[in-house]
């Protein structure tokens, strides 16, 4: 069992930087991989970034490879999302999500269906 609270959303001009951070609590030890998901306005969910709990083998979508960056502080049980350069289109809910059956082993960590836990989400809004 693991709860995610997310934060550090807000509104930001395009070229902005935000510092999103996930919290965790419960058996955190037991998680396999841990996710940052985006829901845009009216779109489906969609994979942003992955780390694994030894804080490597990071992931990231093609639509924000070298502005984002996913890091993770076991000590501090947060998982980060630095995210530079933004752009309107990076405006959506963002959520962050912790795999804790091996649901990548199955789908990837690039899909949904893999995550078990969720936060509830902090909404980026990046402005032209």
């Known amino acids: 069992q693991v709860q995610l609270v997310e934060s550090g959303g807000g509104l930001v001009q395009a070229g902005g930087s935000l510092r999103l951070s996930c919290a965790a609590s419960g058996r955190t030890f037991s998680t396999y991989y841990m996710s940052w998901f985006r829901q845009p306005p009216g779109k489906e969910r969609e994979f942003v970034a992955s780390i694994a709990w030894s804080g490597r083998s990071e992931r990231y979508a093609d639509s924000v490879k070298g502005r984002f960056t996913i890091s993770k502080d076991n000590a501090k049980n947060t998982m980060y999302l630095q995210m530079n350069s933004l752009k309107p289109e990076d405006t959506a809910v963002y959520y962050c999500?912790?795999?804790?059956?091996?649901?990548?082993?199955?789908?990837?960590?690039?899909?949904?269906?893999?995550?078990?836990?969720w936060g509830q989400g902090t909404q980026v809004t990046v402005s032209s």
């Open positions: 999500a912790a795999d804790m059956t091996a649901g990548f082993r199955r789908v990837g960590v690039f899909s949904a269906s893999a995550y078990d836990s």
